[in-house]
T-cell receptor, first 108, second 114 residues
Framework: GQQVMQIPQYQHVQEGEDFTTYCNSS?????IQWYKQRPGGHPVFLIQ?????EVKKQKRLTFQFGEAKKNSSLHITATQTTDVGTYFC????????FGKGTRLHILP | EPEVTQTPSHQVTQMGQEVILRCVPI?????FYWYRQILGQKVEFLVS????????KSEIFDDQFSVERPDGSNFTLKIRSTKLEDSAMYFC????????????FGSGTRLTVV
């Protein structure tokens, strides 16, 4: 069935280092959304991507949608302690499907 | 900024009991959703609701579950006879349109079935 696979599951980075999480699908996606969930918190919408090759930026966050619309990435430049949390992708085509998320830990 | 409000924040119930989880979506949103997240796992879609009826539901949303919008503001999820495996965080979410907009999630209700 339809799935979105997210890697890595966990990522530990030193504060100031960059971080990237990837979301991959075996089928073409019409859209991808990204959410952040702080520890003990609720998902917070970050962005939606719909166009092939689309790149969107929010301050230190860069979101990409692949040319084939089968993968997406979220890149954080120069991580800060406030970036701690789980980042997950979500697709809403035939079904609403969430990735398992990448848990980001920041080492001071 | 408008919020989705959920009550209670934590509910402990005996196995076999009925629970009702409550949500107040954002007032100008038209689409309402329930999701669940078992501890340490991914968010799972349960059901979507539009125009006073269920528009979509997942395999998880079986006959034990029901949703209702009893008035103009509340949106409820009922679990008729809770099981141990129903223990999870339940999130309500709303959005203005079905596509093109992100979901605004509530803070969740942590349901513990004992």
């Amino acid at each position: 069935g339809q799935q979105v696979m997210q890697i890595p599951q966990y990522q530990h980075v030193q504060e100031g280092e960059d971080f990237t999480t990837y979301c991959n699908s075996s089928t073409t996606l019409s859209n991808i959304q990204w959410y952040k969930q702080r520890p003990g918190g609720h998902p917070v919408f970050l962005i939606q991507l719909v166009k092939s090759g689309e790149v969107k930026k929010q301050k230190r966050l860069t979101f990409q949608f692949g040319e084939a619309k089968k993968n997406s990435s979220l890149h954080i430049t120069a991580t800060q302690t406030t970036d701690v949390g789980t980042y997950f992708c979500m697709n809403r085509d035939d079904k609403i499907i969430f990735g398992k998320g990448t848990r980001l830990h920041i080492l001071p | 900024e408008p919020e989705v409000t959920q009550t209670p924040s934590h509910q402990v119930t005996q196995m076999g009991q009925e629970v009702i989880l409550r949500c107040v979506p954002i007032s100008n949103h038209l689409y309402f959703y329930w999701y669940r997240q078992i501890l340490g796992q991914k968010v799972e879609f349960l059901v979507s609701f539009y125009n006073n009826e269920i528009s979509e539901k997942s395999e998880i949303f079986d006959d034990q579950f029901s949703v209702e919008r009893p008035d103009g503001s509340n949106f409820t999820l009922k679990i008729r006879s809770t099981k141990l495996e129903d223990s999870a965080m339940y999130f309500c979410a709303s959005t203005r349109r079905a596509v093109g907009y992100g979901y605004t999630f509530g803070s969740g209700t942590r349901l513990t079935v004992v």
